[in-house]
């Protein structure tokens, strides 16, 4: 019962700092014991490289990912170390050919996902070359000291109370998913420039987004979401962010758009009922469960007339009724595309999760009531 419950993805994403920690003292405790009890060389190596590989990274993808980095950057460059001091050249002669290796190496990892590991090829090499003398030991310590910390620093975070960057990211989403729903809302129920906890929110979108984007390695290293399936879902949270902060930072010029706009009979119910879609999608990914929420695109045909072809009192155009309507309509465009994206994700679900949302009190998360939004008053847009 107890062991199921740590291995909750819900109660592993809020107490992941927790975990993190006692993860990390636990591979640590391990690395401590192994380096006593067998005679390793070096072996500070072994613990270094058990904190490098763990870090500030409490999922698996990160791990994985850095952990492969280090033991590739590690056994390359002692091999080419190796080589090196085994070559009949002078010491002179060694350290040029690790400067080119190095410079090599800078180059093919320059701005690419492999950073760590060219930084581990250029460490590795130049520990085993030293002043240039043939040192073969400190190379091969090295490399077991390195795959000893590296391998224990994976084993502890796949097995002590595992945490997935696939549920990290979910969590992310549907948190957006919330505040995307909140403020659109907002902006159906406002009667003035937005606020200090709307600016909040928006702050706060904002700042999941950038740190969804630094998931997207980890999550495709754990095989359940490509790249390329991240990075379209984090560009459809950045395209409703930023309609919506259109929506809430544009104001009228003329007392004669907003009229029309609030003349619009079943606007309001179309931009409440979309706030309310987004709150339920957002409740179907926090939840695990299937995609099934079917976004309606706006009707936008039956408010033609008061916003096509406007004009105001002085006789000039008024393009902002159209220009609102537009807003709102790719809004609900981008919202549906982003639930038949997600529904497409066969692998994203949990049954886990789904099995034990209810304990956690998800089955209350908060989505938009449907009196809460029929009983706002239109705003000032």
Do not use: C
Request: charged residues 20%; glycine residues 8%.
């Amino acid at each position: 019962m107890l062991l199921g419950r740590l291995r909750d993805p819900y109660i592993n994403y809020r107490h992941r700092r927790l975990f993190h920690v006692l993860r990390v003292s636990i591979a640590l405790t391990v690395t401590f014991a192994v380096v006593h009890l067998f005679p390793l060389e070096h072996s500070s190596w072994a613990l270094v490289s058990t904190v490098m590989v763990m870090g500030n990274l409490p999922h698996i993808g990160g791990v994985l990912d850095k952990g492969r980095q280090r033991l590739l950057g590690t056994l390359v460059g002692a091999g080419i170390g190796l080589l090196l001091i085994s070559l009949p050249i002078p010491g002179r002669g060694v350290q040029i050919g690790a400067l080119v290796a190095i410079a090599i190496a800078t180059w093919l990892v320059f701005s690419s996902r492999q950073a760590y590991a060219g930084l581990m090829f250029a460490i590795s090499l130049l520990l085993v070359i030293g002043n240039g003398a043939p040192d073969f030991s400190v190379a091969l310590w090295r490399s077991a000291d390195v795959l000893i910390g590296t391998l224990i620093g994976i084993a502890a975070t796949l097995v002590i109370l595992p945490h997935k960057a696939t549920d990290v990211l979910r969590f992310m989403l549907a948190d957006n998913l919330d505040r995307l729903a909140r403020l659109y809302h907002a902006h159906t129920s406002a009667t003035s420039a937005p606020g200090v906890d709307t600016r909040e929110l928006l702050k706060a979108t904002s700042a999941l987004l950038v740190k969804q984007r630094g998931l997207v390695d980890a999550v495709h290293r754990e095989g359940r979401l490509s790249r390329g399936e991240v990075d379209e879902l984090i560009s459809y949270q950045r395209r409703m962010l930023s309609t919506i902060e259109l929506l809430l930072e544009s104001h009228w010029t003329t007392r004669e758009g907003h009229d029309r706009i609030n003349a619009m009979q079943g606007l309001r119910d179309q931009q409440h009922s979309l706030a309310r879609d987004l709150g339920t999608l957002a409740f179907q990914v926090r939840t695990g469960q299937p995609i099934s929420t079917d976004i309606s695109p706006f009707e936008l045909h039956s408010f033609a007339d008061l916003a096509v072809g406007a004009r105001g009192t002085d006789g000039r155009m008024l393009f902002s009724p159209s220009g609102y309507l537009w807003l709102n309509r790719e809004l609900a465009r981008v919202a549906a595309s982003t639930a038949q994206r997600l529904a497409s994700l066969e692998r994203l679900p949990s049954k886990r999760l789904r099995r034990r949302a209810g304990r956690h009190g998800l089955h209350e998360a908060q989505r938009l009531d449907s009196k809460e939004g029929s009983q706002n008053d239109p705003g000032s847009h």
